[in-house]
């Protein structure tokens, strides 16, 4: 492999500048973890010594999971950072916290904020005092949620090609993102992946959820829908979003049944999209709104506790890439 197509980056903070490469290698990473994590013993070595640290300042009980059973499974040692009894009640900056478990010997920092950019300030400080510290996004603000997206990614490509998962194989599907896209770090993340790996990307919700500026996100790539039905048309893939009501500073929605009604996935919707077709949902799910119940459950469409399993082995992949950078 050309040293150009190596890997190289020492954070995760987005997806935007990506190349087709890396999601190669991540994917083809991944691939050969989830083989691990089918043995018998199910953890390597690869990471002992180093200390991995969960810095949570916003809750999340799945990705923070993932992220230390990843980490586990990977022998480093972990240590997580709770808001509710930290110093932070006490006046010390976001920063000051940081630099304190960087006192404590961390190798890397899984970042999750509900401020945009959280993650960013802390790379970039990081960077200015040469800790080697790496620093990987965990969900910030409505900015990105690069693991989310990769693992979408993961698990799309796995069903396709089990043995060797590529971005490549995605090319031409047509792939449907409905529902809150713009409270969504989620969507942003699935657009710059999916944009790469050359999908027939459609974007579909209430005017209130979905702005035109995110036509602009991949310019030519991106088609907007009003119509749910017109939109899973001949459809491949539906990833239906969860409604952020935490991040809704407005009432932009009539009332939930209102948008289930319009919006939400149901098996009558699906006779739109192509016979096979699968649905993905990156959880926690609010049944019966974004998806019907019982759609949710039946694995003849639903790939949500295949989103789930591929998470700890796509977090494996992200943090035993950027914690080898290291030796």
């Known amino acids: 492999m050309n040293d150009d197509n190596k890997w190289h980056r020492?954070?995760?903070?987005?997806?935007?500048?990506?190349?087709?490469?890396?999601?190669?290698?991540l994917l083809?990473?991944?691939?050969?973890?989830?083989?691990?994590?089918?043995?018998?013993?199910k953890k390597v070595p690869a990471l002992q010594g180093q200390v991995i640290t969960n810095l949570f300042f916003e809750p999340s009980t799945r990705t923070r999971s993932s992220f230390e059973l990843?980490?586990?499974?990977?022998?480093?040692?972990?240590l997580n950072f709770s808001p509710s009894s930290s110093s932070l009640s006490k006046g010390e900056t976001i920063l000051d916290t940081a630099k304190?478990?960087?006192?404590?010997?961390?190798?890397?920092?899984?970042?999750?904020?509900?401020?945009?950019?959280?993650?960013?300030?802390?790379?970039?400080?990081?960077?200015?005092?040469?800790?080697?510290?790496?620093?990987?996004?965990?969900?910030?603000?409505?900015?990105?949620?690069?693991?989310?997206?990769?693992?979408d990614l993961f698990t799309l490509c796995s069903l396709i090609d089990p043995e060797n998962p590529k971005i490549e194989l995605l090319y031409g599907k047509k792939i449907v993102i409905v529902?809150?896209?713009?409270?969504?770090?989620?969507?942003?993340?699935?657009?710059?992946?999916?944009?790469?790996?050359?999908?027939?990307?459609?974007?579909?919700?209430?005017a209130t959820l979905l702005p035109e500026l995110f036509s602009q996100f991949a310019p030519g790539k991106i088609t907007l829908h009003r119509n749910i039905d017109q939109a899973l048309e001949n459809a491949d893939y539906i990833m239906t979003l969860r409604l952020q009501k935490?991040?809704?500073?407005?009432?932009?929605?009539?009332?939930?049944r209102e948008y289930h009604q319009y919006y939400g996935i149901t098996r009558q919707r699906l006779a739109h999209c192509k016979q096979g077709v699968k649905i993905l949902h990156p959880g926690p799910v609010n049944r019966g709104v974004e998806i019907s119940s019982d759609l949710m459950d039946d694995e003849t469409y639903s790939l949500i506790s295949d989103?789930?399993?591929?998470?700890?082995?796509?977090?494996?992949?992200?943090?035993?890439?950027?914690?080898?950078?290291k030796g």
């Open 10 to 25: 020492s954070h995760i903070l987005g997806l935007a500048d990506w190349q087709e490469f890396e999601y190669n290698i």
């Open 246 to 256: 935490e991040r809704m500073s407005e009432h932009l929605l009539p009332s939930p």
């Open 70 to 78: 990843a980490a586990k499974r990977l022998s480093a040692d972990i």
């Open 307 to 325: 989103q789930v399993n591929n998470g700890v082995a796509i977090r494996m992949a992200l943090l035993y890439l950027i914690g080898t950078l």
């Open 100 to 151: 304190t478990y960087l006192a404590m010997g961390t190798d890397i920092m899984v970042i999750r904020h509900q401020h945009s950019g959280v993650p960013h300030s802390i790379a970039a400080e990081m960077d200015r005092l040469a800790t080697g510290v790496s620093i990987l996004n965990a969900g910030d603000g409505q900015h990105e949620h690069p693991s989310q997206a990769l693992l």
């Open 179 to 206: 529902g809150d896209i713009l409270h969504s770090r989620v969507a942003r993340s699935n657009i710059w992946s999916l944009s790469k790996a050359g999908v027939d990307l459609h974007l579909a919700g209430p």
């Open 28 to 41: 083809s990473t991944a691939s050969s973890f989830r083989e691990v994590l089918s043995r018998a013993t």
